[in-house]
């Protein structure tokens, strides 16, 4: 999971699978808590399963910034980033 295509796809299975959603719903300008319809209780759980498919884990602070899937993409890009 390296380019931020690669990342929004598997984004997009994890709100598919986790949320139910169809794949139509989910594009990187879809928000998450007004088009897709996630609480705070569905991002818990995008966070943990961030975690798993990194082995890293999105800190609370920054995902509270986060409205849109292509914001999750980014805060994952940067996370799983090596370190410069």
Request: net charge negative; hydrophobic share 40%; glycine share 2%.
């Amino acid at each position: 999971m390296q380019t931020r295509d690669d990342i929004f796809n598997t984004l997009r299975d994890a709100l598919v699978e986790l949320f139910e959603l169809s794949p139509e719903r989910v594009s990187l300008e879809s928000n998450l808590y007004q088009d897709l319809e996630i609480d705070s209780i569905d991002a818990v759980d995008l966070i943990d399963h961030i975690k798993r498919q990194t082995g890293k884990k999105i800190a609370a602070e920054e995902f509270k910034s986060v409205r849109t899937v292509s914001d999750v993409v980014e805060a994952v890009y940067r996370l799983v980033q090596p370190a410069a």
